[in-house]
């Protein structure tokens, strides 16, 4: 511990700037200490597909660390945000030295492609209604409350769950006139038949 924080610096960034572009060259790996950031990568026609939000503890730049491969997504910020940088050359003597963090790094890994391969499971075999529904599921179960805060707006939610806003917002409409859910605003949600939801 003391060694990482002898090698990291803080860098701070505003809301709403980009902290590295798809194509540029790594710099190493950032590592999230307050605020949130959206990774998102652009298709040819230019519309904008998440990737994942990170949160507090999360990190990114990670591909950075096995091969020189420029970055694959864009990383922009949501709010202001603190973050440790770590270059690639002492991250990757770090790993050598202690291969503890290696195999924790991988566990992460593991843990994003499985949820990416379930993401595409549900995008590809279920309707939008049943993703949203589930998605509002999860993240009863990720925030342990019925009452939760969506992490992210509704075009970035769209885009989380291969939809489309105005879909987004339909269900949620629809969802309400059902009794399932009550909204509170544009990002509270509080769920009032979880089991509806599941069954959708």
């Given at each position: 511990?003391?060694?990482?924080?002898?090698?990291?610096?803080?860098?701070?960034?505003?809301?709403?700037?980009?902290?590295?572009?798809?194509?540029?060259?790594?710099?190493?790996?950032?590592?999230?200490?307050?605020?949130?950031?959206?990774?998102?990568?652009?298709?040819?026609?230019?519309?904008?597909?998440?990737?994942?939000?990170?949160?507090?503890?999360?990190?990114?730049?990670?591909?950075?660390?096995?091969?020189?491969?420029?970055?694959?997504?864009?990383?922009?910020?949501?709010?202001?945000?603190?973050?440790?940088?770590?270059?690639?050359?002492?991250?990757?003597?770090?790993?050598?030295?202690?291969?503890?963090?290696?195999?924790?790094?991988?566990?992460?890994?593991s843990s994003r492609l499985a949820d990416t391969e379930q993401r595409a499971a549900r995008i590809?075999?279920?309707?939008?209604?049943?993703?949203?529904?589930?998605?509002?599921?999860?993240?009863?179960?990720?925030?342990?409350?019925?009452?939760?805060?969506?992490?992210?707006?509704?075009?970035?939610?769209?885009?989380?769950?291969?939809?489309?806003?105005?879909?987004?917002?339909?269900?949620?409409?629809?969802?309400?006139?059902?009794?399932?859910?009550?909204?509170?605003?544009?990002?509270?949600?509080?769920?009032?038949?979880?089991?509806?939801?599941?069954?959708?």
């Amino acid at each position: 511990m003391n060694q990482v924080i002898q090698l990291a610096h803080s860098v701070t960034h505003p809301r709403g700037e980009t902290i590295y572009h798809q194509g540029e060259r790594s710099e190493g790996l950032y590592i999230l200490h307050k605020g949130r950031i959206k990774v998102y990568r652009l298709s040819e026609n230019g519309k904008e597909q998440l990737v994942r939000i990170l949160e507090p503890g999360d990190f990114t730049g990670e591909l950075s660390l096995f091969d020189d491969t420029p970055h694959d997504a864009f990383a922009e910020t949501l709010e202001a945000v603190e973050i440790c940088m770590i270059e690639r050359d002492q991250m990757q003597e770090l790993l050598q030295q202690h291969p503890a963090i290696s195999l924790k790094m991988l566990a992460e890994f593991s843990s994003r492609l499985a949820d990416t391969e379930q993401r595409a499971a549900r995008i590809a075999m279920e309707s939008a209604e049943t993703r949203v529904a589930l998605y509002l599921a999860d993240l009863s179960e990720q925030q342990h409350n019925l009452t939760i805060e969506l992490p992210m707006n509704r075009k970035d939610l769209a885009s989380h769950l291969g939809t489309t806003p105005e879909t987004i917002s339909r269900k949620l409409s629809s969802f309400e006139e059902q009794g399932w859910i009550h909204q509170i605003g544009m990002k509270i949600v509080e769920i009032v038949d979880l089991d509806a939801l599941l069954l959708v």
